[in-house]
């Protein structure tokens, strides 16, 4: 059981390895997706700056708070995004048949699905959600749990979006709930929740988990204490066997569209 799990781990760094060295083939594009996206989230946080040189703070957040929100945005999405993009693109595989080629081979289908390719901009996530987290002021400390939330943030949001991806098995077409879906993550996930009533909040930390992968994170940041991590470890858990559920479950229903290509 153990050897299993170890290969399938080594198999799927090496195809996310394999990955990143076909997008460096050009390195230009490669570094300017980075970059470029690296000055694209840093732009966004101007709006923040300007408001907070009026107003000291917005309910409980200060500057500080916003800046270390933006990180784990960012950090959380880069995780999710890079190591994982094809759970982001899994009602498409559905749907052209482009599993075919992944369920004939000995492989965890989950897994090899959606680490077959890397978003290199997501690369530029990660790194700017680092940028703030020094700015925000770095300990070895809060550097590790920053560290641990991001990843674990990360794999919330890639199971949301393979359960939401994997409604295609179902409905077909089921790309434009898990787009809308992402995009309420990414839109939330950067505004302090005390803007937000009641009622919204609740789904922030139910339906839409923004409230685990953005909200405790940044107090856990502020006040580090172990319980609320392990309690976000165990969400995490959660979530990881509720999208293999559903995927395995909708997978059942999968017809082969007969695409026959090959994959290197």
């Known amino acids: 059981m153990l050897m ?45 700056i300007i408001i907070y040189s009026i ?39 559905i749907n052209t048949g482009r599993l075919d080629t992944i369920l004939v081979q000995p ?37 590790i749990v920053f560290t641990i939330l991001s990843i674990l943030g990360g794999l919330i949001i890639t199971s949301v979006a393979i359960i939401n991806g994997s409604l295609a098995f179902w409905f077909g077409r089921s790309d434009s709930i898990a787009n809308t879906v992402e995009s309420i993550i990414v839109l939330t996930s950067t505004y302090p929740e005390d803007i937000f009533n009641s009622f919204v909040k609740l789904l922030l930390y ?25 309690v976000i470890f165990a969400f995490t858990i959660l979530f990881i066997i509720a999208a293999n559920l559903v995927f395995y479950a909708g997978l059942k229903k999968y017809s082969s569209s007969s695409l026959m290509n090959a994959r290197i």
């Open 4 to 48: 299993a799990v170890k290969n399938q781990i080594k198999v799927v760094l090496l195809s996310i390895k394999y990955s990143l060295m076909r997008q460096m083939v050009n390195k230009f594009t490669f570094i300017s997706n980075i970059v470029f996206m690296i000055i694209n989230n840093a732009s966004m946080i101007i709006q923040w």
């Open 55 to 93: 107003k000291d703070t917005i309910g409980s957040y200060t500057l500080k708070s916003v800046l270390l929100l933006w990180g784990f945005a960012s950090s959380t999405y880069g995780v999710a995004h890079f190591f994982f993009k094809n759970a982001f693109d899994l009602s498409d595989f």
């Open 107 to 143: 492989k965890n289908t989950l897994l090899s699905t959606i680490t077959t390719d890397v978003r290199v901009s997501a690369i530029g996530d990660l790194i700017y959600g680092y940028i703030l987290l020094f700015i925000y002021g770095v300990t070895p400390i809060n550097f």
């Open 206 to 230: 139910t339906i839409i988990p923004v409230g685990l992968v953005g909200y405790i994170p940044v107090h856990i940041m502020e006040n580090i204490t172990l319980v609320p991590i392990l």
